[in-house]
């Protein structure tokens, strides 16, 4: 009997479907990454987010050509930034923000940006960890990215990311930024609404944040309103109220109101997505919403203009040979920093 008889008895390895086979391809063509993100498979979406975050100038290429064919299906999500204060409780309130909106029958994505090491360039990426109720929700998706050294601490491909998403059915996204800083705000240039969580009780509340961010932000909510908390909540309350209403308004016609929520009160969770669709209604009545994201399309142009002429000065043969030889003279204080860029930019 040959040796490559079937031996009764032992189960044999089934046969990949044609679809199977192609989520299994290493390289997937522009074309079948489109099928399939619009077919709502999260392998191919996963594949595709892998891409878009890709520095190789092939794989920039076909991403770019990729964005184009999911753009026409983008746009149709209400995009969520949320940001806060260390220990603030960003990732428990989303995971319990976001099983409410699953349960209401919203499709859910969540871009959560984990910082990176400026030594290793690491990042740990352990948002799934950290929401594992959330992120086994056939209705929600996880997308843990590294920062990188993008200004805000916001993923370098977080705006094309969320055009994939979209195209894959996904209408409600939410992007976790590392935390608060000055330069953070870059998240509000790609997000409908802006929800900022603060936590009472820590003495001087208004000293542990930047101005700039409070007056960008469409809500701010105190996190952890329940049990011996509600008292110094109260207090903290009052006081961003008060603050709130020294800054000039908004053009969106928005004010920005000041809310308490407890993962623990599901009413108050509840309360926090009301709120945002209240604020989606107004801004689409009085055309804010739309000429927000147009504005962002051109912000998106120029910072991706930016981007490139940053790499292609930087992999030019003649800059970087350029650099090799000024860093030993600045280094040894034979030229000033700004003389060796001056010299570096005329060439």
């Given amino acids: ?84 204060v260390p220990g603030v409780g960003k990732s428990t309130f989303i995971e319990t923000f976001g099983k409410y909106l699953t349960s209401i029958g919203k499709k859910l994505c969540v871009l959560a940006v984990d910082p990176s090491s400026e030594r290793s360039k690491g990042s740990i990426l352990g948002d799934k960890t950290r929401m594992e109720e959330l992120s086994v929700d056939p209705n929600a998706f ?10 805000g601490g ?14 894959a059915g996904f209408d409600t996204i939410i992007i976790e930024t590392v935390g608060v800083g000055q330069s953070e705000t870059v998240v509000k240039s790609m997000v409908d609404f802006f929800l900022l969580l603060m936590l009472a009780g820590a003495g001087d509340e208004l000293q542990g944040i930047k101005r700039g961010i409070m007056e960008m932000a469409d809500a701010l909510f105190i996190t952890k309103a329940d049990g011996d908390n509600i008292a110094k909540v109260a207090t903290a309350k009052a006081l961003y109220q008060s603050a709130l209403q020294l800054f000039p308004k908004n053009e969106n016609g928005w004010v920005p109101p000041v809310g308490t929520c407890s993962v623990f009160l599901n009413d108050t969770i509840a309360n926090v997505w009301s709120l945002i669709i209240d604020y989606v209604k107004v801004t689409q009545e009085n055309g804010f919403f739309e000429k927000q994201r147009a504005e962002q399309s051109v912000k998106t142009f120029f910072d991706w203009v930016n981007e490139q002429l940053k790499t292609s000065f930087y992999s030019n043969p003649k800059i970087e040979n350029k650099i090799s030889n000024l860093i030993p003279e600045i280094r040894n204080g034979k030229i000033s920093p700004y003389q060796a860029g001056t010299e570096l930019v005329k060439g």
Avoid at 38 to 57: F, H, K, N, P, W
Avoid at 142 to 151: A, D, N, Q
Avoid at 154 to 167: G, N, P, S
């Fill in 1 to 84: 009997m040959s040796a490559l008889h079937v031996q009764e008895g032992i189960q044999q390895p089934k046969q990949l479907s044609p679809y199977l086979k192609l989520k299994r391809k290493k390289n997937l063509s522009v074309d079948e990454f489109f099928s399939g993100i619009l077919s709502g498979d999260r392998v191919i979406l996963s594949q595709a987010i892998t891409l878009v975050e890709s520095a190789a100038s092939k794989d920039i290429e076909n991403s770019n050509l990729l964005i184009n064919k999911c753009l026409p299906y983008s746009g149709n999500s209400i995009r969520i930034g949320i940001t806060g």
């Fill in 142 to 151: 996880i997308r843990p990215s590294p920062s990188g050294l993008t200004l």
């Fill in 154 to 167: 916001v993923a370098r491909k977080t705006r094309e990311t969320i055009v994939l998403c979209e195209a």
